[in-house]
C-alpha cells in the first residue's frame, strides 16, 4: 500500500497558539488529500478537501478561518488550527487519493489544547 | 437515514471464529466500497476495496457486495487477537469523498 505521514503524531499546546500539523504521501503524489477529525469511539468526520494549487473545500459546520488548509505541492498539504481552545483537542487524520477511488491515511495527530 | 449504517458493537468473538462484519447504504449511485481497519490511536489502514457485486478474497478477508440489497460484509476467517480492532466500511462514488460506517469494534479473544 500506499504510505502517508503525518508530523508532529502528537502536540500540545496552551489555548490561543496556532498549531501546524503536515501531511504528506511519500511514495506517490496526490492532487487531492482530505483533513478528518475524529472523536473517541467515534467514526472520521471529514472537515475539508485539499487540492493542490486551489482552496481547501470545506464541509458544512467547519469554520475555515480557523482551520487554515494549505495544499502547496503534490505531496504535501498542511492544516493549521488558529487560535486553538480546548474544544479544538481531537485527533485529526489526513488521508491521500492515489487513484479515484483509494484514501491512504496518515497514522494521525493528536491535538490537545490546555 | 444515514447514508451509511454500521453496528458500532462491540463485537467479541474466540480465537480462531469466523467474524462477520456488515454496513447498509442507501445510495444506489456508489460504486466503490471500501473495508478500513483501525488500531486505537492509529489512522485507518485500507483492507480492501470491491466495485461491483460479488466476492473478492485476500488471505483470511473476504469482502462481499450486494448492490441489490445495498448490503456490504467483510468476513475474517480464523480470526486472530491482532485483528482486535475497528473496521470501518467507506463507499464512494468515486472521485467523491467517502462516506463512513460507525465503525464496529472488535475484540478478538485468545
Known amino acids: 500500500g500506499a504510505v502517508v505521514s503525518q508530523h508532529p503524531s502528537r502536540v500540545i499546546c496552551k489555548s490561543g497558539t496556532s498549531v501546524k500539523i503536515e501531511c504528506r504521501s511519500l511514495?506517490?503524489?496526490?492532487?487531492?488529500m482530505f483533513w478528518y477529525r475524529q472523536f473517541p469511539k467515534q467514526s472520521l468526520m471529514l472537515m475539508a478537501t485539499s487540492n493542490e494549487g486551489s482552496k481547501a473545500t470545506y464541509e458544512q459546520g467547519v469554520e475555515k478561518d480557523k482551520f487554515l488548509i494549505n495544499h502547496a505541492s503534490l505531496t504535501l498539504s498542511t492544516l493549521t488550527v488558529t487560535s486553538a481552545h480546548p474544544e479544538d483537542s481531537s485527533f485529526y487524520i489526513c488521508s491521500a487519493r492515489r487513484r479515484e477511488h483509494e484514501q491512504f491515511f496518515g497514522p494521525g495527530t493528536r491535538l490537545t489544547v490546555l | 437515514q444515514k447514508e451509511v449504517e454500521q453496528d458500532p458493537g462491540p463485537l467479541s468473538v474466540p480465537e480462531g471464529a469466523i467474524v462477520s462484519l456488515n454496513c447498509t447504504y442507501s445510495?444506489?449511485?456508489?460504486?466503490?466500497f471500501m473495508w478500513y481497519r483501525q488500531y486505537s490511536r492509529k489512522g485507518p489502514e485500507l483492507l480492501m476495496y470491491?466495485?461491483?457485486?460479488g466476492n473478492k478474497e485476500d488471505g483470511r478477508f473476504t469482502a462481499q457486495v450486494d448492490k441489490s440489497s445495498k448490503y456490504i460484509s467483510l468476513f475474517i476467517r480464523d480470526s486472530q487477537p491482532s485483528d482486535s480492532a475497528t473496521y470501518l466500511c467507506?463507499?464512494?462514488?468515486?472521485?467523491?469523498?467517502?462516506?463512513f460506517g460507525q465503525g464496529t469494534r472488535l475484540t478478538i479473544n485468545p
Open positions: 511514495d506517490f503524489q496526490a492532487t487531492t
Open positions: 470491491t466495485y461491483s457485486s
Open positions: 445510495n444506489s449511485a456508489f460504486q466503490y
Open positions: 467507506a463507499i464512494t462514488q468515486g472521485a467523491q469523498k467517502l462516506v
